[in-house]
Each structure stands twice: as structure tokens, then as C-alpha cells.
């Protein structure tokens, strides 16, 4: 006699067996160990077709090889989960069937013959309960991906990397010793005494005959994440001399020497937003977010303080414009600014300094143009605002010692390379102490002219020869907000003949044999560079090359000598000259580099330079 009897401990049993032959073989087996399909450009076609797929991508090119290698670890995991759940589902229904069987004998009478039937709504219900349950307990316990990390920490990219450096800096005879003072290092120390120029000893200047060899590098570690729906934030250190913006470069045997500590500088802070792939909002500080093809006007690891809104639009296929615009303090006047003892030609007055805050302005437009797949042109043009960098002469002031203020003081530079033209900014007024202007002289120094950049960048990259590229870059820079009567003007009213970066003597003369001596002004608001490179575009493998060589030509005024390229000349403006140098790869993230660089002074006295640099870099 054939009798059907259904219990729930049976249904469970029967469910979860069929649960398990749904599962695929291979994720049922759980008593080898899995080897990992590896991903490559040429690997062999695998059993498993998701991985096929993926190599497939990644010979396309759609897929990274470490994009790909993330794919599979994933489903590794998500094998690694269906294996548990199976394996879970299995023991279950063998407990259920065995304890099903038990119940069912001892009520049956013998000879009785069982046939389970279940409905497909409960295996299915079965089925939803048994994965929830597994998975919630592999999310729990920590075994869904073995040695997975949490979900945050996928979110989050290091990067880095290091260079090291040999640098040479040979100085021909004949430079102007005397004749380049260091402005930074006055405007940054205590202000210095003009009433004795006689001796050129007397005030910090630049060396400019006596070779020097250094050992330098520079470390650089940073980490960008995802927050939410287009947020991005992210930061960076990096070593350096100092806190200046234009080089990250720590001299070996610096900072006191004896294997002293470097100093770790904050070098990048952001948050960026981005609501769509066609725009992005940075505020912090950040890369540069204009489109420069050279570092004529900024040095090419320049960090940019404040906010910025880029945005492109392809409007048809290989035609895509794009705008640049931002606002970036350059320097904020502190709450605990000192005050000025002043005069009015009559009475003396007391007070606090007022603010000076420094802004740069900055918009841009452009596009990126590619006629052909081998082609690609890229320009851009740029307008660059300087508010209130621009020295003044102060008031009339009260000077007896160094620690007394005027209240143009903070119009000076808080940072300064060479090149461009200053001028005193105090205005002291002759007293009994003073020997009636002869003597106590304290003054600061700022800049001659002001500074409004029109600035044009073009690249064209020929790919002809894929991957070998050939690139020409060219950049043109004029300042138009420069005037050359109105500084010439300025420094003779100033009668304070210290050198100066783009005058010259009257001479040579008796009258100028030593300092000081009438000069005049010949400085200039223009620049331009031009660069040619052949090679790989990227160094991914080893032997992969790429050489390069070019002319720069900036004269004194054209750009804050701040900002621009720290290397070329040792730094600044007013310079002109070529340059010479390739990189060779060791590996995917290896190179090395070496550049010869030439340079002359454009106007003024006379300045030469030949630096010679080798380089190891490593990046991850």
C-alpha cells in the first residue's frame, strides 16, 4: 500500500537537496583548493568563460590588468559564498530527511511507501531563506571573500612616489657678483639697512660664481577616496627644504646636516565634486586646474589654494571645448598684525596695520580636438588676475629699530624666487636718530610692477608611429598690466639704488665702480617657450624611452618669479636659454632621467648657469 505523508522537516530536507544540484559543480566542490585564474594580455583561452571575457577586455584595452585582477578576486568571493551556502544548504536537509525519516517510521505501519511532493513556491521560499541566512552569517563572520578588506577600504587610492637626484651647477666667469640680492630672504627675515650699499657684503645675495654639487630628494605620498555620489576628497605630503610652493626638493646633508629628520610638508587637502562626468568643483588645495602645455608661467608641481570649476562638453565626436575658471587667496592678512607708528607730516599717529589679502583670479578656454585617431591638438587661452601684489610706498613712518612697521610692510612677497623688479616700500621719516635720513634705514622691499597675464598654451601630439609620439609644445605669456615708464619712474623717486634683477649701470664709469650707482630699467613683460619631445608618451615597460629639447625666453616682469619653474636658471624669471634631456624605463614604474639646461640673464647684469641633473624615480 502506497501512502503519501508530507511533514515541514520534509519539505526543508527535499528543498534544500534541490537547492544544492541547482548550484553549479564547481562551486559544490569544496575539498580542493581553487587556483586562481591569472589575467594577461596573453593568457590562454580558461574553462571559466567570465574569465574569458575579462582577458578579452583587457587585450581590448577596456579593462586595466589590475581592474581586471579586482573582477575576478570578486568572484572568487562570490564563488567562495555559493560554495558555503551549498555546502550549509546540504547538512541541513540531511539532518531534516534523517530526522524526518525517524518520525515518519514510527507512526507508519510496515510496509508503508512514502512519496514527498514540493510545491515550487515553498522550494523557492526555502531556497530565498537558506541564502539570506548564509549570507548574513559570511557578512557577520567575515569568511563572504577570504582576507576581504571592508567596504570603505576599496573606496580609498594610495599613490605616491620618490626621486632621487644628483645635481651639478656650474657658474661661468664673468657673472655680476653682487648684483642679484636675495629680496626673499629680507623680505622674510628682518628688513634691511639701505643707508650703506657701498660694499655689496652688506646684503644677502645669490651665489653666482662658486660651482655647487647636490644630492636631493623628494618623497611624495598621497591618498584620494570616494565619499558619495561624485564626492571626492584627498591630501598629500611631501618632503621639501622649505615650505615654498614651487620645489618638493630636500637637499641630502640639509637641515642641519648629521642624518637630521626631514620636514613632511601638507602639499595637497581637497574636496571635489563631481556632478556629472562633464564637470568638476575642487575647493582646498589642489593640482593646477588650467590647461598649461609648458611651465613657462607656473611650475609644473605648483598647488593651487582656494576653488575651481572646470568643465567640457564634447559637442561631436573629437571636438570637445572646455572652461576653466577659479579664485585662490595667495596671501591672508593674520588677526595679530602688528601696528604702525605714523606721521602725517605734522602729528604721529599709532595703529594697526590694515588688511593686505593677495588674490589670483584665473579663467580659461580651450579645447581638445583629435581629426584623426593619431592626432591630437590641444590649446587653451588664459587670463590670470594678481590683486594687490603690486608694491606701494607707504606712508610716512616712524622707523628706529627692526622690529617697527610701515603700513605698505605687507605688500611685500611672502615668497619670491629672482627676476623680478622691486622697489622700497618705506617711506621713513628723517629724524635726530636717523642723522636725518643717513643712517637706520630699515626697509622692506615689493614689486615694481603689477600683474595681469594673458597666457596661450598649445600641444600637438602626432601619433603617427604609435607607440612612439611626437609632441610639440608652445607656450607665450605677456603681462599687460607691466609699464615700464611708471617702474622706471618709481625707482628714482625711491633713491635707493640697490641691484636689481633687469637694470644695468650707467657705465661703466667711475661713479659706478661700487655701489651704489644709477641704473636703468630694462626689464620687460614677455615669454615664451617651445619643447619638442619624441617617444613613448608613457613609460609602462622596460626600455620604453623618450628624449626631448627646447628654448625658454621670460623676461623680468612677464610672471611672478614665485610661481615659475624652480630648476631652469635656479629658479625665477628674467632668464633665456635651452634645455636637453630624455627618461628610460627600468620597469612599469621605473625610470631614469637626465636633463642639461643652459641659461643667461635677459637683461641686466650679467648671469649665467649650466645645471646638469640625473635622476631615479620610482612611483606606485
Not at 655680476?176 to 629680496?183: D, I, K, T, W
Not at 588664459?382 to 606712508?395: I, L, M, T
Not at 598690466?481 to 661703466?508: C, E, H, S, Y
Request: proline letters at 5%; glycine letters at 8%; charged letters at 20%.
Amino acid at each position: 500500500m502506497w501512502r503519501a505523508e508530507m511533514t515541514k522537516r520534509q519539505l526543508a530536507g527535499s528543498a534544500a537537496i534541490l537547492l544544492a544540484l541547482s548550484v553549479p559543480a564547481s562551486a559544490q566542490d569544496d575539498t580542493q583548493p581553487v587556483k586562481r585564474p591569472t589575467v594577461s594580455r596573453n593568457a590562454p583561452p580558461s574553462s571559466n568563460a567570465t574569465v574569458n571575457l575579462i582577458n578579452l577586455l583587457v587585450k581590448q584595452g577596456t579593462l586595466s590588468e589590475e581592474q581586471a585582477a579586482a573582477l575576478i578576486k570578486q568572484a572568487d568571493g562570490e564563488a567562495y559564498v555559493a560554495r558555503q551556502a551549498t555546502r550549509d544548504a546540504t547538512a541541513k536537509a540531511e539532518g531534516a530527511e534523517k530526522a524526518a525519516t525517524t518520525a515518519t517510521d514510527a507512526v507508519s505501519p510496515p510496509g508503508t511507501k512514502r512519496v514527498t511532493y514540493v510545491p515550487e513556491i515553498v522550494k523557492k521560499q526555502l531556497r530565498d531563506e537558506i541564502r539570506a541566512e548564509v549570507m548574513d552569517r559570511a557578512h557577520k563572520e567575515g569568511w563572504a571573500q577570504p582576507g576581504a578588506l571592508p567596504d570603505w577600504i576599496s573606496r580609498i587610492r594610495f599613490y605616491g612616489d620618490v626621486r632621487v637626484r644628483h645635481e651639478s651647477d656650474f657658474f661661468p666667469k664673468g657673472n655680476a657678483v653682487g648684483f642679484f640680492p636675495n629680496f626673499n630672504a629680507i623680505n622674510t627675515g628682518s628688513p634691511f639697512d639701505v643707508s650703506d650699499l657701498s660694499n655689496p657684503n652688506t646684503y644677502p645675495s645669490y651665489n653666482v660664481d662658486q660651482d655647487r654639487h647636490r644630492e636631493r630628494l623628494r618623497a611624495r605620498l598621497g591618498m584620494e577616496a570616494e565619499v558619495f555620489d561624485g564626492f571626492w576628497t584627498g591630501m598629500r605630503i611631501a618632503t621639501g627644504d622649505n615650505s615654498g610652493p614651487v620645489s618638493f626638493n630636500q637637499t641630502m646633508g640639509g637641515s642641519g646636516g648629521n642624518f637630521s629628520k626631514y620636514a613632511i610638508w601638507l602639499d595637497r587637502a581637497y574636496i571635489r565634486y563631481s556632478p556629472t562626468n562633464e564637470m568638476t568643483l575642487s575647493a582646498g588645495r589642489f593640482d593646477n586646474p588650467f590647461f598649461t602645455a609648458t611651465d613657462l608661467v607656473y611650475h609644473r608641481d605648483l598647488g593651487f589654494d582656494g576653488f575651481a570649476a572646470q568643465g567640457r562638453y564634447e559637442v561631436e565626436p573629437g571636438i570637445t571645448p572646455f572652461v576653466v575658471a577659479g579664485a585662490f587667496p595667495i596671501y591672508n592678512t593674520t588677526f595679530d598684525v602688528g601696528a604702525q607708528l605714523a606721521s602725517d607730516g605734522t602729528n604721529a599717529t599709532f595703529g594697526k596695520l590694515p588688511s593686505r589679502d593677495k588674490w589670483m583670479f584665473g579663467a580659461q578656454v580651450g579645447g581638445n580636438f583629435r581629426p584623426q585617431p593619431e592626432i591630437e591638438l590641444t590649446v587653451g587661452a588664459a587670463f590670470y588676475d594678481f590683486s594687490n601684489v603690486q608694491g606701494k610706498v607707504s606712508s610716512q613712518c616712524y622707523v628706529y629699530s627692526v622690529q617697527d612697521l610701515c603700513d605698505t610692510d605687507l605688500l611685500r612677497p611672502s615668497f619670491a624666487q629672482k627676476g623680478n623688479t622691486y622697489i622700497p616700500l618705506r617711506s621713513i621719516v628723517p629724524t635726530v636718530f636717523n642723522s636725518l635720513g643717513t643712517q637706520f634705514q630699515y626697509q622692506y622691499f615689493g614689486l615694481a610692477s603689477a600683474f595681469q597675464d594673458v597666457d596661450l598654451s598649445a600641444r600637438l601630439d602626432l601619433g603617427h608611429f604609435d607607440p612612439i609620439h611626437i609632441i610639440l609644445d608652445g607656450e607665450y605669456v605677456r603681462n599687460v598690466a607691466w609699464n615700464r615708464n611708471d617702474i622706471a619712474a618709481k625707482l628714482l623717486n625711491a633713491g635707493t639704488f640697490i641691484p636689481n634683477n633687469g637694470f644695468v649701470p650707467l657705465g661703466p664709469t667711475a661713479a659706478c665702480a661700487s655701489l651704489p650707482c644709477p641704473q636703468v630699467y630694462e626689464g620687460g613683460n614677455q615669454g615664451w617657450l617651445a619643447r619638442l619631445s619624441v617617444g613613448h608618451r608613457e613609460l609602462k615597460q622596460l626600455w620604453d624611452w623618450s628624449a626631448y629639447v627646447g628654448y625658454k625666453y621670460l623676461e623680468s616682469d612677464a610672471v611672478l618669479d614665485a610661481f615659475a619653474d624652480s630648476d631652469f636658471g635656479l629658479g625665477g624669471t628674467n632668464l633665456k636659454g635651452y634645455f636637453i634631456g630624455g627618461n628610460l624605463a627600468l620597469s612599469s614604474n621605473v625610470w631614469l632621467t637626465a636633463r642639461w639646461m643652459s641659461a643667461n640673464q635677459v637683461a641686466g647684469a650679467p648671469y649665467a648657469v649650466d645645471i646638469f641633473q640625473f635622476d631615479l624615480n620610482a612611483r606606485f
